[in-house]
């Protein structure tokens, strides 16, 4: 008698693929920080994974103390944390004018958005355009 019980691979391949398509397709990747490099003046950072896989290294703003200024060619992401802080993505908006980041300032503020998270290393304005639709979330019609 054996006490070693065979692995069934496909089930236990099937409960992978489960547990792959329980997180959330778009996703926040909290980076580590030094205690070295915390202060006043310091950049909080974070990232978030794209529907596509791609990793996206965002500044974490205060909507607060944030400023139309600080809109210049870049990906904002509208962010909500839940009870256990975990972030969700609102709307994301690819902001390349003083018009659009005043807008997006205004219905963030009505929406009750207390976090902007800013990806600013995309070059131009077709890749801030492929990297919002790839952090946007979906939107489910009603049937």
């Known amino acids: 008698m054996s006490c070693v019980h065979p692995l069934d691979w496909q089930a236990a391949l099937r409960d992978l693929k489960a547990d792959r398509s329980a997180l959330p397709e778009v996703r926040e990747e909290r980076l580590r920080t030094s205690s070295v490099h915390r202060g006043p003046f310091v950049l909080q950072l974070s990232a978030w994974r794209g529907r596509s896989g791609r990793r996206y290294v965002v500044g974490v703003h205060s909507l607060k103390t944030l400023r139309v200024d600080d809109f210049d060619s870049c990906v904002a992401v ?56 790839d952090l946007a979330p979906l939107m489910v019609k009603a049937a």
């Open 78 to 133: 509208a962010v909500r944390r839940n009870g256990d802080m975990i972030a969700e993505v609102e709307f994301v908006a690819e902001v390349s004018c003083e018009m659009v980041a005043t807008g997006f300032m205004a219905v963030a503020r009505r929406a009750g958005i207390t976090e902007v998270h800013i990806h600013r290393l995309a070059g131009s304005f077709a890749e801030r355009e492929a990297i919002a639709a």
